[in-house]
């Protein structure tokens, strides 16, 4: 399976971006798919996850009422609305898919099979 991410940039404090993430080769049983982010010097975190067969979300505290996680099942593509943006937001944003079972939750990295290269997200002061 292939992630390709677009949609990054850069913004002033305040503003949105929509990222976009396509998936393409294997598709079925996907079981969620996520968006983690990794600033200069830091870990990797988890940013939002949606569960593809109904839609439950899930969302850092740092971006919970800011940010809002969808997803096309037709276009296979997951989407990452990014509002009120700040500084701290400034990342490389990945998405990720996993599939079938685990024992990891949907915020953790090793619940995940694949990933994308990434998109680069800045938000100037």
């Known amino acids: 399976e292939q992630l390709v991410e677009s949609g990054g940039g850069l913004v002033q404090a305040g503003g949105s971006l929509r990222l976009s993430c396509a998936s393409s080769g294997r598709t079925f049983s996907t079981y969620a798919m996520a968006w983690f982010r990794q600033a200069p010097g830091k870990e990797r975190e988890f940013v939002s996850a949606i569960r593809w067969s109904d839609g439950i979300t899930y969302y850092a505290d740092s971006v919970k009422g800011r940010f809002t996680i969808s997803r096309d099942n037709a276009k296979n593509t997951v989407y990452l609305q990014m509002n009120s943006l700040k500084p701290e937001d400034t990342a490389v944003y990945s998405c990720?898919?996993?599939?079938?079972?685990?024992?990891?939750?949907?915020?953790?990295?090793?619940?995940?099979?694949?990933w994308g290269q990434g998109t680069q997200v800045t938000v100037s002061s």
């Open positions: 990720a898919s996993g599939y079938g079972s685990s024992l990891y939750g949907l915020r953790a990295t090793a619940r995940y099979n694949y």
